[in-house]
């Protein structure tokens, strides 16, 4: 005879109820839950396969069927109770299967074990939030094209080092997130294109004796496929990892963009006025105005990357197959993936209701000697000078305009002269910072018509 206080899905061979402390570092059921929906999935799944294949009877396969059914009512109604003591949401499931259905509860299992339904439980979570972040960062991309379309051939300085290197349109500055967001969203589609093969039936770690049916559980369930190796099925976790190495790259993006927004929006730039939508006021400054969500998602990409981290130091100890280490997987990702979809959407709230100052935007366009190359090309083109001298001979330029604090357009004829006769009054045309622009024509370049390329390409593909 087992104690009564031992577990009653595995207890058969225990003298004794765990300790307290057993149980805390144990139950994963605090957090497990969530994936309740995909676990009653995968049993619905595993018990239509099972008398299909005639292991169990059909009446039996419908009891638990439609008993799932009512657990996961139950489960998503708040009344179900779960169960410390009955560790995670797939023993709390099938305890309560019991409970409603009697002795046919008991052959769910057949075929199978925890290692394989949690792999899979966790595998349909991970692919559902991959799925949201498709389509979170298909409107961030969506809300940036817009912005890019209204200014895409409005002028603003464009930075190297934080210094004002060559004026570049404001389009072209928003689809360069685009770009970048467009990388994240062809790392997603890859992982889970990659990931989606099934680990049910696998069992504990070798397969089964049982003539289970695993093309039609993968199948049942939208996987592309069963896993091929029972071992690796249920010890791999790499579509997690996959998952949080795509999310941090992608949350390092909106970090990026969320420091820009940050400085773009402060009284010295003033290039960008945010939404009260998406502002905070100080409750001692009246005249404040806060960037607070563009600084909380510049703060969040540290959870993402620690996400990472910490599942990537769970894992590279574990020989094969299933150990209880990997239990440790879900929390990161759950966390890594709430807080990755709060600031794709609040990123993209603060996009679409921001307006770019295009006063402000031009007129610092034109600071810092910002068409200084442009003065060195022309001495190449139209002077013959060798791209060298035409540097020098533009660095001595600044010099002078520097020393009389004016910019390179309002030095006159006679002081650029001074410095190289070959010099005329066409090099004035090529000082403006519309004319800078408009002439970099290169594929991928600043120029309005190319970014109106870059805009039409991207509607395309973001239908
Ligand atoms: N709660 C466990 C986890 O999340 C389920 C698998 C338990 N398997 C086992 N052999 N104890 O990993």
């Not at 389509?135 to 300085?157: C, F, N, R, S």
């Not at 496929?225 to 010890?235: E, F, H, I, K, Q």
């Not at 001692?284 to 105005?289: E, G, L, S, V």
Request: charged share 20%; hydrophobic share 45%.
């Amino acid at each position: 005879m087992t104690d009564k206080t031992s577990n009653q899905m595995w207890g058969g061979r225990f003298a004794a109820g765990p300790d307290a402390i057993m149980e805390a570092i144990n139950a994963s059921i605090g957090f497990d839950q969530r994936m309740a929906a995909q676990d009653i999935a995968g049993s619905r799944a595993h018990a239509a396969m099972l008398a299909a294949t005639g292991i169990v009877s059909d009446s039996d396969a419908e009891a638990m069927r439609e008993g799932l059914l009512t657990v996961l009512s139950e489960i998503e109604g708040g009344s179900f109770n779960f169960s410390t003591a009955l560790e995670d949401i797939h023993m709390n499931v099938e305890a309560r299967l019991k409970e409603m259905i009697g002795e046919p509860a008991g052959r769910l299992h057949t075929g199978r074990s925890r290692n394989d339904q949690v792999a899979t439980d966790f595998k349909l979570w991970v692919r559902d939030q991959l799925d949201a972040v498709d389509g979170a960062l298909q409107a961030l991309m969506k809300a940036l094209l817009t912005q890019a379309e209204g200014g895409a051939d409005w002028v603003m300085p464009g930075f190297t080092h934080l210094q004002t290197a060559q004026p570049v349109t404001w389009g072209h500055h928003m689809m360069a997130y685009v770009e970048m967001f467009g990388r994240d969203l062809s790392r997603i589609r890859d992982a889970r294109a990659r990931m989606n093969e099934c680990p049910l039936g696998a069992a504990a770690l070798a397969g089964t004796s049982f003539p289970i049916d695993r093309d039609m559980t993968a199948n049942d369930l939208g996987f592309d496929r069963p896993a091929a190796n029972s071992l690796d099925a249920v010890s791999d976790r790499d579509f997690a990892l996959e998952f949080l190495s795509a999310a941090s790259i992608c949350a390092m993006h909106l970090s990026r963009m969320a420091e820009e927004l940050v400085i773009w929006s402060s009284a010295q730039f003033r290039f960008v006025t945010l939404s009260d939508r998406f502002s905070t006021g100080s409750s001692i400054m009246p005249q404040k105005k806060n960037p607070d969500a563009a600084e909380l998602i510049r703060a969040k990409i540290g959870r993402i990357f620690g996400a990472n981290v910490a599942l990537m130091t769970v894992m590279k100890g574990l020989p094969l197959a299933y150990s209880k280490d990997m239990q440790e997987d879900k929390e990161q990702v759950f966390d890594a993936a709430d807080n990755l979809m709060l600031a794709l959407a609040a990123m993209e709230g603060m996009v679409r209701d921001m307006s770019a100052n295009r006063e402000s935007l031009e007129a610092a366009a034109g600071s810092g000697f910002s068409t200084a190359t442009d003065l060195a090309d022309w001495l190449v083109r139209v002077a013959g000078m060798p791209f060298r001298e035409a540097h020098h001979v533009t660095g001595s330029l600044v010099a002078m305009a520097e020393k009389d604090g004016i910019d390179l357009p309002d030095l006159s004829l006679e002081q650029m002269q001074s410095v190289h006769s070959a010099i005329t009054d066409d090099i004035f045309a090529v000082l403006g910072v519309h004319n800078s622009v408009a002439s970099r024509v290169s594929y991928g370049g600043t120029a309005p018509v190319q970014v109106r390329a870059q805009i039409a390409r991207w509607k395309k593909v973001l239908v």
